[in-house]
Every structure is written in C-alpha cells, then in structure tokens.
Nanobody, 119 residues
C-alpha cells in the first residue's frame, strides 16, 4: 500500500524556518518523482518543488527559489522541504505527492500539514 505522511508544519514568525517531512512507503523511489504542493485559502493549489530521484535534481517555483530546499534521505524513505526566510504569503496547507517522470502528481497524496507564517 502506497502511503505518504507529512509532518513538520506549524506557526512561525516571518523570517523564520520550518522543515517539512514526507515519509513514504509502498513504492520505490527510483520509479517516480516526489513533489511538494501547497494550497492557501481561496487559492488554487500550486506546485512548490519536486525532486527527481533518478539523479537527485530538483525544481522550484519562482516564489520559493533561494528560500526552500528539497532533499531526500533514502535510508529513512523521507523527503524533506527546508523552508527558510518564510513570508506570510507562504501560509498554506502543504502536501507531498508522488509524481511521474515529469513531476505531475498521480493519485497518491499525503494528508497535508498546515504552515502559518505570522507577520
């Protein structure tokens, strides 16, 4: 059974940092990508970052470049999203999702974790 479980969200002041975790099970990293997405109230879901397990490369939305870093710990089957210099506009529910080779998410998503950045 494929499972993705996020953790690490919370309340932080602007300029602060959080690290989100996405622990996965039920599939082999090499066959997929993994992306982080977020959705703020009243807004559409947007892609934040994605990692290609095949070569470790990653992509980021322009809004988070230079502030967020995606990484993977293969031994722990966990993908992380380190978020620094947080802005109030980063406030959203963050989700991780398994993706195909183009980082398009498939049917497997985590339950989401709330990130709130206060000004």
């Amino acid at each position: 059974e494929v499972q993705l479980v996020e953790s690490g969200g919370g309340l932080v002041q602007a300029g602060g940092s959080l690290r989100l975790s996405c622990e996965v099970s039920g599939f082999t990293f090499d066959d997929y990508t993994l992306g982080w997405f977020r959705q703020a109230p009243g807004k559409e879901r947007e892609g934040v970052s994605c990692i290609y397990f095949s070569d470790g490369s990653s992509v980021y939305a322009d809004s988070v470049k230079g502030r967020f870093t995606i990484s993977v710990d293969n031994a722990k089957n966990t993908v992380y999203l380190q978020m620094n210099s947080l802005l109030p506009s980063d406030t959203a529910v963050y989700y991780c999702a398994r993706g195909n080779s183009d980082c398009n998410p498939d049917d497997y998503w985590g339950q989401g974790t709330q990130v709130t950045v206060s000004s």
